[in-house]
């Protein structure tokens, strides 16, 4: 399942990094939201490069939306 993340801890990382380390999550949420649906049983599409591509070209929101999307989709489906 997706693992609890302290967004503090996130938010310094970004900061520290220069933004590396949130392009970095980007990418690891989406690999683990494609875990979590295939744990429940939900035919996905691994859209971990995409939301790493979204993420470089500086659209990380776009990113933390489909993001959202994928969650209540999974929430829907318990």
Known sequence: MIKERNIVVCILLSIITCGIY??????KI???MYE???????????????????????????????VQNELNTLARQQ
């Not at 949130?22 to 990418?27: E, F, Q, S, T, V």
């Open 22 to 27: 949130g392009i970095y999550w980007n990418y």
């Open 30 to 32: 989406g690999k683990e």
């Open 36 to 66: 979590a649906n295939q744990k429940k049983g939900i035919s996905t599409s691994d859209n971990s490069v995409l939301y790493l591509i979204l993420s470089i070209f500086g659209l990380s929101i776009v990113t933390y939306c489909l």
